[in-house]
């Protein structure tokens, strides 16, 4: 999933640059470019916390899928904050790349669940519910 959005990504770096320097000059330009890889690196890091989790449990998965939803907005918002300190830097620009780069990820996301990818997840079971289930067979079996 990862691998197949960073082909659009490297795409849309080039554009958004030209579409940010061609409406405000070079920091617009670079600005647009940082929001469209910020929004890439995001989607990737979310991408592999899930693969981790999901070779732990399923309250990890969920967890990681939850809090790492907030954690990556801020991890948007305080890159935003902290280039804005930057004299080059455009947020206007940065915003005009990150939230329509944001609303296509969900989309292709949205897409591949609708498709059924998340049906060849395979995540283990909870060692606990196991132990508990083999605990309960042995009962059962005196």
Do not use: C, K
């Amino acid at each position: 999933m990862v691998r197949r959005a960073l082909v659009p990504s490297l795409v849309a770096l080039p554009i958004a640059f030209l579409l940010g320097f061609a409406i405000s000059g070079s920091g617009a330009g670079v600005s647009a470019a940082i929001g469209i890889a910020i929004v890439y690196a995001n989607f990737a890091a979310h991408g592999l916390s899930l693969a981790w989790a999901s070779t732990i449990s399923v309250p990890v998965v969920q967890g990681v899928a939850l809090g790492g939803s907030v954690l990556r907005l801020g991890v948007i918002v305080g890159a935003m904050f902290a280039l804005n300190t930057l004299g080059w830097f455009s947020p206007l620009a940065f915003g005009l790349a990150v939230v329509p780069a944001t609303m296509l990820l969900l989309a292709y996301e949205a897409r591949l669940a609708i498709r059924g990818a998340g049906a060849t997840l395979q995540i283990p079971a909870d060692a606990a519910a196991v132990r508990a289930a083999e605990a309960l067979a042995a009962r059962e079996a005196h």
